[in-house]
């Protein structure tokens, strides 16, 4: 088995091998995960935060060993709370980081990717937050444009804001709304819901395709054309620019 880690800003996490496939996901600075597959330009990868797969660019990461990798798994997250930054090298290198990054083995201002040191000064998170704290983190990626497998304030979809969010907060949900929705306990009533609790859509088929975090007052927000604040009531979300249901509710689920 092959390992990696991901030493750059931002890299697409594509459907297929190939530059024109789809982008599903996005993998951040310092991010690690298995090599499934290894070719000439293509490697297929699973990522250790969330196990969802994709084929990467094999340019745009750097191999790690077995024994880093399962470190890396143990130990303690620390996250950028930055919405951007950046990090720098003892040559004085340096890369731009987002929001969410992942700093490995960061400690006193200072963290490695594979044989490099890094030195970041900017704020970061390792802790489990309190649960009203969802809402207040969630505000910062407001007008966010939606970005199908987006992951960052510079792009982003539905369960990637939701995933991120938590993530911020110190909780892990898992990448696509379809399996985010496997999470948590079911609440029967929105009345018994609490702001932070995730809510879920489906389509005409019965497919789940849609999250947003619930707000005080019947309200969420949701990644919809950009991170907005709508209404949420028994039969979905009303859009309140377009005076419309967009997206018809499924089931409520309370993570924390």
Request: net charge negative; proline share 2%; hydrophobic share 35%.
């Amino acid at each position: 088995m092959l390992y990696g880690i991901c030493n750059l800003s931002i890299v697409p996490l594509r459907l297929e091998a190939n530059d024109a496939s789809e982008m599903v996901s996005q993998i951040l600075f310092g991010e690690e995960f298995k090599v499934l597959e290894r070719e000439l330009k293509w490697s297929k990868v699973e990522l250790s935060y969330d196990g969802y797969i994709g084929y990467i660019d094999n340019k745009q990461y750097e191999e790690i060993d077995e024994e880093t990798f399962n470190n890396l798994s143990n130990s303690k997250d620390y996250y950028t709370t930055e919405i951007i930054d950046f990090v720098t090298t003892k040559e004085n290198d340096l890369s731009t980081i987002s929001i969410g990054s992942r700093l490995p083995f960061y400690h006193d201002n200072h963290f490695t990717i594979g044989t490099k040191d890094y030195f970041y000064d900017g704020n970061v998170s390792s802790e489990k937050l309190a649960k009203n704290e969802i809402i207040r983190k969630a505000f910062q990626f407001l007008n966010t444009p939606y970005l199908w497998g987006g992951k960052t304030p510079f792009g982003i979809d539905c369960s990637g804001f939701t995933q991120l969010v938590y993530k911020l907060c110190g909780y892990a949900l898992l990448r696509d709304a379809r399996d985010q929705a496997t999470q948590g306990e079911v609440l029967s009533f929105i009345e018994e819901s609490e702001p932070g609790d995730l809510a879920f859509f489906d389509n005409e088929e019965g497919n789940i395709v849609h999250v947003g975090i619930i707000m005080n007052d019947y309200n969420i927000i949701h990644a919809h054309g950009k991170v907005r604040i709508d209404t949420l009531d028994h039969s979905g979300i009303y859009n309140v620019d377009t005076k419309t249901h967009t997206h018809k509710l499924r089931v409520i689920k309370k993570i924390i």
